[in-house]
């Protein structure tokens, strides 16, 4: 049986909403991401929550469900399947987290100030991951987005003086980690 | 882009070094360039299928059109049935096409009139 054409009014509808699913993933993707990146500290992890929840935001839509504030469904739905991910993540590595296996790197000669940029990273990422995800989260959106006090505090749903707070004992405290001797902590 | 210096045990980053090591630490982790949304190639893939349909329709439409013409072009000969084809129309050498009898026509001789008379007599001598 030959699928009806759709109708002028229908196709209208669909390009605008295609329009407007575009218009959140442009204004809206980098802050899913930096939430996943902040609970899961893997890039590419976080690039797959990003285009799973979008993906989901266009089930709903095809199903005609209304979403008053997509931008704080988006990132409800990512903190959701990043906290998915993590326990899938445990069955699949085993007792390994996946946060140690982010270290390993291709073998083979490297410039040095490419190595010693790697280094640096992956000892301040090693810092980073024994923050808390909340502090995580807000170190992402200002650094990686360049968003103020304002913006942060708008997206968490918090306050500026709790931004001000988190954001200053972060620092404060990835700091000291990076003063103190490159002891690994005891698993 | 100039990263921090190195971190040293004993000393803590300056503020301005820490913004600049975590600045670049997090946008060398962001995906660069940012990625297409999910649903572009299946936006695409859905459309290909529609333009084909349409194509086929007119290409259907203009063959139609085109056996409908050839169709009555070939067709006009048989209804007019005194006409022969080209192939049967006697072929005629250069210079007869206005001498050439008509086959089965009946060729009534030339009247001539009393003064050709007396010119034909005259260009031809009497026989003795």
Do not use: C
Request: glycine share 6%; hydrophobic share 40%.
């Amino acid at each position: 049986m030959k699928p009806t054409p759709p109708t002028p009014a229908s196709a209208r509808a669909k390009g605008g909403r295609r329009a407007d699913f575009e218009a959140l993933y442009a204004n809206h993707g980098r802050e899913v991401w930096s939430i996943a990146y902040a609970r899961w500290m893997n890039a590419d992890t976080a690039l797959d929550i990003v285009q799973e929840t979008f993906l989901r935001l266009w089930k709903q839509w095809e199903a005609g469900e209304v979403i008053l504030n997509p931008r704080g469904w988006l990132l409800r739905v990512a903190r959701n399947l990043a906290e998915d991910h993590a326990k899938s993540a445990f069955h699949r590595n085993g007792t390994h987290s996946p946060q140690t296996m982010n270290g390993v790197r291709a073998t083979g000669p490297l410039p040095d100030e490419i190595l010693e940029r790697e280094e640096t990273f992956s000892r301040l990422r090693g810092e980073l991951e024994q923050l808390p995800t909340a502090d995580r989260e807000i170190l992402t959106l200002r650094y990686a987005l360049d968003y103020n006090t304002s913006e942060i505090a708008d997206l968490l749903g918090i306050n500026t003086t709790a931004v001000h707070m988190r954001l200053s004992r972060a620092r404060q405290r990835l700091a000291e980690r990076l003063q103190a001797p490159d002891v690994k902590p005891a698993s | 882009m100039r990263l921090a210096p190195p971190l040293s045990t004993g000393e803590a980053p300056p503020p301005d070094d820490l913004d600049a090591l975590l600045q670049a630490y997090f946008r060398a982790e962001m995906p660069q360039p940012w990625p297409a949304p999910p649903l572009v190639r299946a936006a695409e893939a859905s459309v290909k299928p529609k333009r084909a349909r349409t194509v086929g329709r007119s290409r259907m439409a203009l063959a139609a059109s085109v056996a409908i013409l050839v169709g009555g072009t070939l067709s006009l000969p048989l209804h007019t049935s005194n006409q022969k084809t080209p192939e049967q129309m006697p072929r005629m050498l250069p210079g007869e096409a206005t001498h050439r009898p008509i086959a089965g026509a009946v060729v009534q001789p030339k009247v001539r009139s009393a003064e050709q008379r007396l010119d034909a007599n005259e260009a031809t001598p009497p026989r003795k």
